[in-house]
């Protein structure tokens, strides 16, 4: 099983997801890196004739690339590595990396796709192992020339050239909360909206989250909107898997959603997702506009977040230890 929790009769599970159960030999903060690490430890090979994922995101489907084309993959490493931080991260990527990450998007989108069309007809796990099929010969030219599907990612990458220039203007500006780990994205009043958003794993953002992540490297991301007074926080994704060169985990939402409810002269609830949702958001329930000034919602939210204890971590316990069996996943 690669990107994936554990199935009945997996062989090994090489997953950064909670509770996988990868040995810890093998952990990294990405599941194509982990991919990497066991064709490198001999000592953790299994004999199994299948590699197997129940959804294809870039991450998970660099991942069965890398177990199925090992010598293409191994003198790859660096751009496949990219291309699979781009779509989970949204981060540690270069241009032409997350240009080959939003192609796959693309690629995956029936609006856009040069896929067949039959592709898309059945369950969605029907149609993932379609397209496992169909791009899995495409990923070496991909790889090897990502121009040659600039059609495909010409869009996503307009939407991030975008918010690259307003953060240049100042028309977007972001401020860094340590003690609260947090960071606070500003939107300008006439600001667009997130735009074209298919390869990254957490999008429907205000912001394309490539732009706002190259800035910061806080779990935590405040979206502020004075004009239309919507304000939202999420947690990056990267703090729901078994991350290893930072600790990830995640505080509990819900306690600051009660107290912008109080606060909130428009009325009406606010709402914190649950800490084992790979998104977790915090926002309006009806998604309109707050009561709140910018300055409020930002005090309330910094003033909950610094100190609040993680409550909820996806790590393993160490070798030798007995599992603990936590629900998570994207529900």
């Avoid at 903060?29 to 299994?46: G, K, M, T």
């Avoid at 490539?210 to 990267?238: G, K, Q, S």
């Amino acid at each position: 099983m690669a990107d994936g929790p554990g199935m009945p009769g997996s062989s090994i599970v090489l997953s950064h997801w909670p509770d996988s159960g990868t040995p810890w030999p093998l952990k990294a903060d990405l599941s194509a890196e982990i991919a990497f690490a066991y064709l490198e430890q001999p000592e953790h090979h299994v004999d199994a004739e299948w590699v197997t994922n129940g959804h294809l995101d870039v991450d998970g489907f660099v991942s069965v690339f890398v177990l199925t084309r090992p010598d293409y993959a191994q003198a790859h490493r660096e751009d496949l590595v990219g291309v699979a931080a781009a779509g989970d991260f949204a981060d540690r990527c270069t241009d032409r990396q997350a240009n080959a990450c939003f192609a796959l998007g693309a690629l995956r989108d029936p609006k856009v796709s040069t896929l067949s069309s039959a592709s898309f007809v059945g369950s969605e796990v029907n149609i993932a192992a379609n397209h496992y099929q169909l791009l899995l010969p495409l990923m070496p030219t991909l790889i090897d020339d990502p121009e040659r599907f600039e059609p495909l990612w010409r869009e996503e990458r307009a939407t991030v050239d975008a918010a690259e220039a307003a953060f240049a203007s100042g028309d977007l500006r972001i401020e860094d909360v340590p003690d609260a780990e947090l960071a606070v994205v500003y939107l300008p009043a006439d600001w667009p909206g997130g735009g074209v958003q298919r390869g990254v794993l957490q999008r429907d953002t205000p912001v394309h989250p490539l732009v706002v992540h190259r800035r910061t490297n806080r779990w935590r991301v405040a979206y502020v909107d004075p004009a239309r007074r919507d304000y939202r926080l999420i947690y990056r994704f990267e703090s729901w898997v078994q991350h290893i060169s930072r600790g990830a985990g995640r505080a509990d939402l819900r306690p600051i959603a009660r107290k912008l409810t109080a606060a909130d002269p428009a009325g009406g609830e606010w709402i914190a997702g649950g800490r084992k949702t790979f998104l977790a958001w915090l926002h309006r329930r009806d998604y309109g506009p707050s009561g709140l000034e910018p300055e409020q919602f930002v005090s309330i939210v910094t003033d909950g977040l610094r100190g609040a204890p993680i409550t909820w971590t996806p790590y393993d316990p160490p070798d030798g230890e007995p599992r603990r069996r936590r629900s998570g996943g994207y529900g």
